[in-house]
Nanobody, 126 residues
């Protein structure tokens, strides 16, 4: 079992930055690919980024490529999402997620992830 807790959300102005954190407990994060998703009201959960177990390989959605960056500190069991050049359309609840198995695959589909945090709200004003 993996428990995930996101933090760092809040209100930002367009063009601003926020850094989200995801703290894990229950199992060490170091063996897992980790994913970041978001969900806006009335929309499906959207893939944002995935980072491999060592942080050496990442995958990003086109909507955030070049603006968002994921990193991790396995010693602290933490994963991060640095968000720059924020836009109003980035407003959503943001989630980190871990798959059930440590396969090393960078999954895009939310159905590939079994463990989810409670989410943190990000609101970007224009």
């Amino acid at each position: 079992q993996v428990e995930l807790v996101e933090s760092g959300g809040g209100l930002a102005q367009a063009g601003g930055s926020l850094t989200l954190s995801c703290a894990a407990s229950g199992r060490t994060l170091s063996i897992y690919t980790m994913g970041w998703f978001r969900q806006a009201p009335g929309k499906e959960r959207e893939f944002l980024a995935a980072i491999d177990r060592n942080g050496g390989s990442t995958l990003y959605a086109d909507s955030v490529k070049g603006r968002f960056a994921s990193s991790r500190d396995n010693a602290k069991n933490m994963v991060y999402l640095q968000m720059n050049s924020l836009k109003p359309e980035d407003t959503a609840v943001y989630y980190c997620a871990a798959p059930r198995r440590a396969t090393g695959i960078l999954y895009r589909s939310p159905t590939s992830y079994s463990y989810w945090g409670q989410g943190t709200q990000v609101t970007v004003s224009s």
